[in-house]
């Protein structure tokens, strides 16, 4: 690979995908390219951009995309953020909407599940509490593979377990030979769909709860701004924005700010604007390409 | 120093566990089989165990069973670690009182997510 094509081939990704590739993780090109050229039948990478360069290669070009991006989570990543979502934001949510009693979640890069379905977990030991609520948790991922595997829910030996505490995988998995489907009715409250966090992404309604955890960290400061001021767009000023334990609002914008003594944890405004309040129950009414079925109600 | 105590009639096992464990601040005592375990549990209870299931002379679950029973014996995380990956076996365990179960085979982030998960690191 020349430096012209390392050159293009990086403006490419950061316009597709946001991803910032610095000089040192260059070896990652060809850890993860030579593959996705190998099947495409082509010799190396030079071939492989000189493929996608071509009118026509999109899906090959998706596939590239894809491959650079890192997939890895586990159940309960960081512990924190679900001891969070458990003590505080769930507790706070049945409070304020105590009158709707619907509550919208969006992991935003939710890659192979892990993530949105720990917290299907954490709403399913806190069932009691929600009787009669509609609980929806929206996935979304540039990478069709990982939502696949997500959608599948079959994990393996390892993945199981790191995170997942043993009455968890007891209690809310099935095993299937060597590796360990999370069950049908975990599955099905979550929703999973493909979305680029570089496009708008407005139509997906109001949120209570985003998590949008260890994906920023591959963008840029001008991205990682836009992306996060179009998500406090999304919230009312008393919803919850989870980022990842290496991630931060401080220092790029003011639209949210870090909850005192709750790390990761951020507000839009002060969280407390009564105007904004209603907008939860509102925007959910004009959500309405989110499969109303994929609604988890408990109770009912 | 929190000490643990590694179960296995494998040595190697006992020597990779202890390496992983050593790095995370454990002192290590190391026993062959359930019996031996009782052994050291009744010169000193440990606060964690790791524990095999099948080995000769006394099989993991018979010496947790015992082990409960102990003046004390209520106090040691327990923490099986078998090729034993079936429901069965660890539903079982959990029952028998265990407090985490790793299913072999296990690597240095598989222990540090299970004592994490049981509060010993
Ligand atoms: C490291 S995973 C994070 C998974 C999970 N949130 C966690 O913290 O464990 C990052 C995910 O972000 C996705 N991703 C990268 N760029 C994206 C983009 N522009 N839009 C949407 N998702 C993206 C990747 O496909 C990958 O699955």
């Known amino acids: ?300 | 120093m929190k000490n643990c105590l590694v179960v296995d009639d494998s040595s190697v096992i006992r020597k990779v566990a202890r390496r992983i464990l050593e790095d995370l601040a454990f002192e290590i005592v190391e026993a062959e089989d359930g019996a031996q375990a009782l052994d050291a549990c009744r010169k000193e209870m440990p606060n964690a165990i790791l524990l095999d299931w099948n080995m000769p002379v006394m099989d993991g679950l018979e010496f947790l069973a015992h082990l409960r029973r102990e003046p004390g014996g209520e106090k040691p995380k327990v923490v099986f670690c078998t090729t034993e990956n079936d429901v069965g076996h660890i539903a079982k365990a959990m029952r028998a009182g265990a407090d985490e179960y790793i299913m072999k085979p296990f690597d240095r982030e598989i222990v540090e997510a299970k004592f994490a998960e049981v509060g010993l690191i």
């Open chain 1, 1 to 300: 690979m020349t430096p012209q094509e390392f050159d293009w081939l990086r403006a490419f990704l950061k316009q597709q995908s946001g991803l910032v590739l610095t000089n040192e993780k260059q070896y990652l090109i060809e850890s993860r390219l030579l593959p996705v050229a190998r099947k495409a039948g082509l010799a190396s990478l030079s071939a492989l951009i000189a493929k996608i360069k071509e009118p026509g290669q999109s899906m090959l070009a998706a596939t590239v995309v894809e491959a650079m991006t890192t997939n890895e989570s586990f159940f309960f990543r960081d512990k924190t953020p679900f001891e969070h979502f458990t003590d505080t934001m769930l507790p706070k949510m049945l409070e304020a909407r105590a009158r709707e009693r619907r509550l919208r979640i969006w992991c935003a890069a939710a890659s192979t599940g892990q993530e949105p379905y720990s917290l299907a977990m954490c709403l399913k030991d806190a069932e009691a509490k929600l009787a009669g609520w509609r609980v929806e948790i929206l996935g979304t991922d540039l990478s069709t593979d990982v939502l696949e595997k997500a959608k599948a829910g079959v994990y393996t030996q390892f993945e199981v377990q790191r995170g997942l505490p043993i009455n968890h995988l007891l209690k809310y998995f099935t095993q299937i030979g060597d590796t360990w489907q999370i069950n049908s009715n975990m599955r099905s409250m979550v929703q999973y769909r493909k979305l680029n966090l570089l496009e708008n992404f407005s139509s997906l309604g109001q949120f209570d709860i985003i998590f949008c955890r260890n994906v920023l960290i591959y963008f840029d400061n001008k991205t990682k701004v836009e992306i996060l001021e179009r998500m406090a767009k999304m919230m009312p000023a008393d919803g919850y924005l989870v980022l990842g334990a290496a991630e931060t609002v401080v220092g790029l914008t003011d639209v949210f700010r870090p909850m005192t003594e709750k790390r990761g944890l951020y507000q839009v405004g002060d969280g407390t604007a009564p105007g904004l309040r209603s907008s939860s129950l509102g925007a959910v009414g004009t959500a309405a390409p989110i499969g109303a079925s994929r609604f988890a109600s408990f109770g009912r």
